[in-house]
């Protein structure tokens, strides 16, 4: 029997649920991008239900369907089970007989007033974190006919390593736009220019309708998620918990967002060492970081919830100014760092297994009723690892209570104290 499932692709069916859900309550209670989420049209059953795609295997599916399965939402107790993603009303899909190869590079030069123009958009990003968006009049005007719609995305990445069907399908989430009217027009080096046309089949009235419509869906929340589709293979994210069906212990791993992580060898088998173990950070001081990564950590002199190691599962925490110094970059030194700013900060990613976490404890910066990190309460967001009587914990000790895996670093133009976070 022929199939019209995706190979590798699988989806979260989510039933039970209120009927006056939104795609935008969804995405919230579960941390998703809404573009990964389809309420159908028309449902088919007895019960309301959606789904959430792009889980890339079967097993990631079906961790995520069994945590949220029981879970209460909006009142109703919902049910979730993992199904591969099929051709229906609810899944938009790329028909899986067209193949398309990796297009050649065009040799036409970049003009000097749009290099000029790319690298204000540039600096525009790292300020905000969002692309900058530019429109023509003519989308706008009621006035002119669109006998032709093109979009040009300019990507700081290596086009060597840079996936542009893969691209394209995000951003098509996204717009909510169909992949098959779109063609690529042309791409240039410097980084990865792109430029699509738009809706070649369609005429003059139904492209400057749909123009419209993508124009006034562009707002500040899908720059955002515009703004986290980096293809470079240097680069990772993911949001929610990281599903990867390694354990991680009781603590669930968030993307640690703005940071570079360079990491540290452990030992030979690593991750059968550290099964179970929790990821935690741990902020010090630029002068006692070289210390600490050769003799290893010593127990708080302040104690707020008791003698032992602090540390804390969210970096947005630890990066606090009072845990984490920030030292000012010499200007003659900005070119050293993996990006160019004024600030850089580092922390220690560490691993510590649950029996070693003596306290999980409420904040200690006053902050409130204050939201530190949107992914873990207040309540929880501090530990103290078990020094077991030692001065200094060594990381080299086979039995060391905590580990340091990796050093996080991020740079800023702004001093980090005057981040949103």
């Not at 707002?219 to 390694?246: C, F, I, P, V």
């Not at 030194?333 to 160019?340: A, G, L, P, V």
Request: proline residues 5%; neutral net charge.
């Amino acid at each position: 029997m022929a199939s019209n499932t995706f190979d590798g692709i699988w989806s979260v069916k989510i039933v039970y649920l209120p009927s006056s859900v939104t795609v935008q309550e969804l995405a919230n209670t579960f941390n998703v991008p809404f573009s990964r989420i389809r309420i159908p049209k028309v449902q088919q059953y007895n019960t309301y239900y959606a789904f959430i795609n792009d889980f890339n295997s079967e097993q990631v599916a079906r961790n995520f369907a069994d945590q949220w399965s029981g879970s209460s939402v909006l009142g109703n107790i919902i049910k979730c089970s993992a199904v591969p993603r099929k051709d229906n009303d609810s899944l938009p899909y790329t028909p899986r007989f067209i193949v398309r190869t990796q297009p050649e590079l065009s040799e036409e030069p970049i003009i000097s007033e749009e290099k000029t123009y790319y690298e204000e958009c540039k600096q525009y990003y790292q300020l905000t974190k969002m692309p900058l968006v530019s429109v023509s009049d003519d989308i706008l005007s009621n006035n002119l006919a669109l006998e032709s719609v093109s979009f040009k995305f300019v990507i700081d990445e290596n086009y060597n390593e840079f996936n542009i069907e893969n691209f394209l399908s995000k951003m098509c989430n996204i717009l909510n736009i169909s992949r098959n009217d779109i063609d690529i027009r042309k791409i240039q080096k410097g980084s990865v220019i792109l430029e699509l046309e738009f809706m070649k089949k369609f005429g003059s009235g139904m492209k400057k309708i749909k123009m419209k419509a993508i124009y006034h869906a562009i707002t500040d929340k899908l720059r955002e998620e515009m703004g986290k589709q980096n293809q470079n293979s240097g680069h990772t994210y993911w949001t929610g918990a990281l599903q990867d069906g390694r354990d991680r212990g009781d603590s669930p791993y968030y993307c640690p967002v703005g940071r570079k992580r360079y990491s540290f060898h452990v030992c030979d088998n690593f991750h059968e060492k550290v099964k179970g173990w929790c990821i935690c950070y741990h902020g010090t001081k630029f002068s006692f970081g070289l210390s600490i990564l050769l003799s290893g950590l010593k127990p708080a002199t302040a104690i707020s919830h008791g003698k032992g190691i602090y540390a804390s599962p969210s970096i947005i925490y630890i990066s606090h100014p009072r845990y984490s110094e920030a030292r000012e970059i010499n200007l003659s030194e900005q070119n050293s760092f993996f990006k160019r700013g004024k600030y850089v900060q580092f922390a220690l990613e560490c691993r510590v297994h649950p029996k070693n976490r003596k306290v999980v404890g409420r904040e200690t910066l006053g902050a409130g009723n204050t939201i530190i990190d949107p992914n873990i309460n207040n309540n929880i967001i501090e530990w103290v690892i078990d020094n077991n009587n030692k001065d200094i914990v060594d990381f080299h000790d086979p039995d060391a209570s905590i580990i340091c895996s990796g050093l996080m670093m991020r740079v800023t133009d702004n001093h980090p104290k005057f981040l949103p976070e």
